[in-house]
DNA sequence: GGACTTTAATCAAACGATTGATTAATATTT
DNA sequence: AAATATTAATCAATCGTTTGATTAAAGTCC
């Protein structure tokens, strides 16, 4: 509270940039674009009100940077599951496997990475006004690994990869796995626990994969 | 733009509560707490700023007013589907056709009543910032609703109501119908449409039918 | 290599605009 | 007339932005 002197002891001058980056990534999240002011982002990066303008050009150009920020902590996360040009396994149980592989991926992200606490309140308070950054994140990250599930889902089922019926399956599955992240506050407090355990991100996982495999099954056997 | 007359014709007295509540929800759901002005609020519901603290007593009080008015949305929409003290029906059919109605209403909710455009944005922003309005909403709706298809889910599968596996499955059949609600954008640009179309609705709908029916199957036969 | 200039970066201070809140006066209803 | 409701006008505070000064490092010239 009563920071009588400067809070960051030195700051190497090339990182004032990444640092009001990072505390505006997190007020903005925390607060939204209006409801986080200027010099508060610049007392947290511990620096003066006006290197946001020198830096950014103003409050949008930092709104702007941490737009670009979380799109490259995404593409960084996701571009580990996304081997380019993959052959597509040729049994079910294969395609199952790499289906749970990378929702696994996407969980360990999700609720194990320390910059998911940045990125997704920050997303989410994107999603209620699709800007630039929305545009950057979506066609960045969400089309192309939900384009790749789908190829996957439909070779273990037998459906057309870019049917509305596969394409609304896959969200339903990675809708879930969002959720838990989105409504942590409402499921951590149902389940009687201020956050989640290791064992709960585990049982999270379990359920998930339980309803993939209890779907595909179905899935292959009325298609197949 | 230039609305150099009143924007209202003629607003009858008691109707300036209402009226700034309405708009006070739409433009807090649309750009938070902090982004939506006072006087915007007052704009839209054409009236004096000052009626805001007459009403309400300020700016917070309008918030709060916001939070209980969407609190009574979700109690009217779950009102409908709870039974106070039904008798648990037997059959494992049964049960399954409670809980598909439990969803089914709740998706014609989130996707067709004009009353959820209001709140679910409202809601979403609560979410990031549990106050005392995402305690109304979620210990009068969500923990009731939730319990509820807990108890229906383990009579059908047999296994026990408050555990965290149940809990945890009943989650994700929420949440995936959440989902599509929350990421309703990146889910309608998927599917190459700018708003879902009635067809686009019951498709979501057949979509988490089908993952319950799938996943109660397994349940069922895993645990009878 | 020493003296001067340029550039990048940061700072305190101040700008006009807008914020939520308050006031006193007016209008409406009972 | 009294109570309720709405208004225009004003308040201090805070907003994002701009300014001019200051510092230190890099570049330039003789």
Redesign the interface.
Known sequence: MDKTTKAAPALSPENTRETLIREALRLF???????ASTREIADAAGTNVASIAYHFGGKSGLHRACGEAVAKMLANASGQTAAPHEALPISSEQLRLRISDILKRMAAFLFSSPQSDLAV?FI??E????GEA?EAI?SGM??PV?KRLCVLWAGATGGDPES??V???V??????L???R??A???S???GRETFSEQ?IT??RN??E??I???L???AKGDA
Do not use: C, W
Not at 127 to 130: G, I, K, N, V
Not at 171 to 176: H, L, R
């Open positions: 999240g925390d607060k939204g674009f209006d409801g309140p989410l308070r999603m209620a006004h699709p929305f979506y969400m089309e939900h509305d019926e394409k609304l399956t969200f339903s599955m990675i809708g879930q969002l959720y838990f989105i409504g506050r409402a499921v407090r149902r389940l709960d049982a999270i359920v998930i339980s309803n495999s209890a779907r099954n179905i899935a």
